[in-house]
């Protein structure tokens, strides 16, 4: 799934920018939920949404979203 293969490395990334879908595009596709959970149960927070991209019609289908690594306390 999506960024589990890099997990040993996202301790030294400070900010990751996904391309997330809104609506399923094909099957077994990570949505913005799927991808956002995951970002913050890794220690990323939403920083803003970047890009959006509209389908037919104007429907917002896929969004780019910038995160950053969570401060350490």
Do not use: W
């Not at 040993?8 to 959970?37: G, K, S, W």
């Not at 913050?40 to 780019?64: C, M």
């Amino acid at each position: 799934m999506y960024l589990n293969g890099c997990t040993n490395l996202l301790p030294r990334i400070d900010y990751i920018l996904c391309e997330t879908a809104l609506v399923q595009l094909y099957d077994n596709q990570p949505l913005f939920d799927d991808i956002h959970c995951f970002m913050s149960n890794t220690g990323y927070k939403l920083v803003a949404p970047l890009f959006i991209n509209k389908g037919k019609g104007g429907r917002a289908i896929e969004v780019d979203l910038l995160y950053r690594k969570k401060p350490r306390l």
